[in-house]
């Protein structure tokens, strides 16, 4: 019977502990980072080269989206092959 009372009472414990520790992260917000903005990204990667000007998305995609700063770029390699990038950053994982 008290290998189970101490089962019971380390496990309480354990998630007391757990909890508390998850409000006092919770409550000390998110990190904020520098960072450079997307547009700084290389426009030569390897043998891809940016084709063109990078693009942008209409009012009503970007409200969806809402995101903080994004990068969406078009890619091509000598042999004809083409990639679309995108990229968003989101200074919050809360909002965005």
Same mark, same amino acid.
């Given at each position: 019977?008290?290998?189970?009372?101490?089962?019971?009472?380390?496990?309480?414990?354990?998630?007391?502990?757990?909890? @508390?520790?998850?409000?006092?992260?919770?409550? @000390?917000?998110?990190?904020?980072?520098?960072?450079?903005?997307?547009? @700084?990204?290389?426009?030569?990667? %390897?043998?891809?080269?940016?084709?063109?000007?990078?693009?942008?998305?209409?009012?009503?995609?970007?409200?969806?989206?809402?995101?903080?700063?994004?990068?969406?770029?078009?890619? @091509?390699?000598?042999?004809?092959?083409?990639?679309?990038?995108?990229?968003?950053?989101?200074?919050?994982?809360?909002? %965005?």
């Amino acid at each position: 019977m008290k290998n189970k009372s101490w089962k019971f009472w380390g496990l309480l414990a354990f998630l007391l502990i757990g909890g @508390a520790v998850t409000n006092i992260w919770e409550r @000390a917000g998110e990190a904020h980072v520098e960072r450079r903005a997307l547009n @700084a990204f290389p426009a030569e990667i %390897g043998a891809w080269r940016q084709q063109g000007i990078d693009s942008r998305f209409d009012a009503q995609t970007e409200s969806v989206l809402r995101a903080d700063d994004y990068l969406m770029r078009d890619y @091509a390699r000598p042999d004809g092959a083409q990639a679309n990038f995108y990229v968003g950053y989101y200074a919050s994982q809360r909002s %965005g």
